[in-house]
Nanobody, 114 residues
């Protein structure tokens, strides 16, 4: 089981970035997929989740209306479109699937400059 995130990057306040996470080694379409992030010096926090077939999505309050999670089951990929980025969105972003004890991607740095 493996999750591989795309490269993050450095963007200015108000900019946009799309992260992707390619899954392998499990029946991707059957699992809820999540994005977490860990800001500098803080705990890891849930950003967004999406159920199989996209039947349900949810977001942390601070990103609602700015971030969109989606999935392409044929490509075994989950996306996180991030718009209107703020400096407080600066973090390492992780893809996660609760399979077994849980599997994390390697993480990707997103830095939003003010």
């Amino acid at each position: 089981v493996q999750l591989v995130e795309s490269e993050g990057g450095l963007v200015h306040t108000g900019g946009s970035l799309r992260l992707s996470c390619l899954a392998s080694g499990f029946a991707f379409s059957l699992y809820r997929m999540s994005w977490y992030r860990q800001p500098p010096g803080k705990e890891r926090e849930l950003v967004a989740l999406i159920d199989p077939a996209g039947r349900f999505t949810d977001y942390r309050d601070s990103v609602k209306g700015r971030f969109t999670i989606s999935r392409d089951d044929a490509k075994k990929t989950v996306y996180l479109q991030m718009n209107s980025l703020k400096p407080e969105d600066t973090a390492v972003y992780y893809c996660f699937v609760r399979r077994g004890n849980g599997v994390w991607g390697q993480g990707t740095q997103v830095t939003v400059s003010s």
